[in-house]
Structure formats: structure tokens, C-alpha cells
């Protein structure tokens, strides 16, 4: 796909998201079945993923961890995200690579330490580009991948997070 092909696709939601701005919010959803031993089985849309607990936390590892599968998210989004950009701006990318790593401290999630956080204590997401580009062009790539990748913004911005337990 080229900048011309990109803009004549998102052209016309554009357009309508402008008029009717109320359209441009959708609510994206996930579910999950709880599985046999500790895992829950999360539909994507394309496929299931079992995840169940890090071998850290005393899993087989046999299983995917939701703590990978958030950088994973973050992976897939910016990828998505910088090959949008460098089209919409004709950068031409020969082959890129997307990385991301993060840093756990598993005391806090096993309830080893009040004072370990659950959770990332950082994050580090680099991108690997065979290119041409400019460094002009490269900053221009970094700035608007940053600004229009979803994953990347909800994590550097947070959300509040409601949260329900129902029994049935």
C-alpha cells in the first residue's frame, strides 16, 4: 500500500468521524472462560490463547503469560502504528523490527513485599528500522508512533479501570 492508497481508504471515515463524531466511538471487547488448573482461555476474534500464570510465579511456562501478552499487545500496535505512519509520510521501510521488554518484580505480584509493585516497573519498546529515511523523517516516525499507537498512549497516559464481580 502507498500514502495515496491509505489516504483514499481512511479518506471517507474521516470524513464521517468529523460530521458524526459519535460514530468514531466504538467499545472493543474480550472474554475469557476460566480453564482446568489456573488459565483462562481469552478469545481474540482469530484464534484462543491460554494463559495461565509465569513460570515465576510457579507455572509450566507451558502456557502464555498475560504479563507477555501486554508487550506482545504493545508490539503488534506500534508495528501496526509505524507501518501506518511511514506510509501515510512515504517513508519507505525495507524491514523493521519491533521490540518491547519489561522489568517485574514477582515479590509484589506473589505477595512476597508490600513494597514490590505488581506490575511493570518499566517498559522499554525500540524499533529496529532498515531504511533510507532521514533523520528528520525518523523523528517524524518516532513522534507520530508514539502519538497514534493505542497500546502505547493507554499505558503512558493510564485509564481508570472499573472493575464488577456478578455471580450468576
Not at 481512511?10 to 472462560?33: D, H, N, V, W
Not at 509450566?60 to 501515510?88: I, Y
Not at 519498546?125 to 531504511?131: D, Q
Amino acid at each position: 500500500m502507498n500514502s495515496e492508497d491509505l489516504k483514499n481508504l481512511q479518506s471517507p471515515l474521516k470524513e464521517k468521524y468529523r460530521e458524526q463524531p459519535e460514530s468514531a466511538m466504538i467499545t472493543l471487547t474480550a472474554s475469557g472462560k476460566i480453564g482446568e488448573g489456573i488459565s483462562c482461555k481469552v478469545e481474540t476474534g482469530k484464534a484462543i490463547v491460554e494463559a495461565g500464570l509465569h513460570s515465576a510465579t510457579g507455572g509450566t511456562g507451558m502456557l502464555a503469560c498475560s504479563g507477555d501478552l501486554l508487550l506482545e499487545a504493545l508490539v503488534a500496535c506500534a508495528g501496526v502504528t509505524l507501518a501506518a505512519v511511514a506510509t501515510a509520510i512515504a517513508v519507505d521501510i525495507k524491514e523493521g523490527t519491533v521490540k518491547a521488554e519489561g522489568d517485574l518484580d514477582f515479590r509484589g505480584t506473589l505477595g512476597v513485599s508490600k513494597e514490590a509493585p505488581v506490575g511493570f516497573k518499566n517498559i522499554r519498546l525500540s524499533f529496529i528500522l532498515t531504511t533510507h529515511a532521514t533523520e528528520e523523517q525518523m523523528q517524524s516516525l518516532a513522534k507520530l508512533t508514539e502519538r497514534y499507537c493505542v497500546v502505547y498512549q493507554t499505558l503512558v497516559n493510564g485509564v481508570p479501570v472499573q472493575t464488577e464481580f456478578k455471580k450468576q
